[in-house]
């Protein structure tokens, strides 16, 4: 299993990023994938959260209305859209690849796979 991110950068508040996750190893249609982000001196945070399908997903209410996820699954890739970004949103995000019958995908302890992560960071 393998997930590379990419995407990350500086931006301005109120600037956009679109992060991506490139998925191989596995057959990613049949996993739910989730965000996260960790601050330095801080754990890891819940971001989002992608059904296998795509068809069903969840944000942390830190990012509703700013940040959607999704997911190409004929390209196994996984998609996290940040808009109207904040200082606070400063961290290093990871995609996860969820475990086969994970019950609350907001605990990073129902995820078994991690990439290396990409930085945001959002300054003036």
């Known amino acids: 299993v393998q997930l590379v991110e990419s995407g990350g950068g500086l931006a301005q508040p109120g600037g956009s990023l679109r992060l991506s996750c490139a998925a191989s190893?596995?057959?990613?249609?049949?996993?739910?994938m989730g965000w996260f982000r960790q601050a330095p001196g801080k754990e890891r945070e819940f971001v989002a959260v992608?059904?296998?399908?795509?068809?069903?997903?969840y944000v942390a209410d830190s990012v509703k209305g700013r940040f959607t996820i999704s997911r190409d699954n004929a390209k196994n890739t996984l998609h996290l859209q940040m808009n109207n970004l904040k200082p606070e949103d400063t961290a290093l995000y990871y995609c996860a690849k969820g475990r086969s019958g994970g019950y609350d995908y907001r605990d990073v302890r129902n995820y078994d796979y991690w990439g290396q992560g990409t930085q945001v960071t959002v300054s003036s």
């Open positions: 992608i059904s296998p399908s795509g068809g069903s997903t």
């Open positions: 190893g596995f057959t990613f249609s049949s996993y739910t």
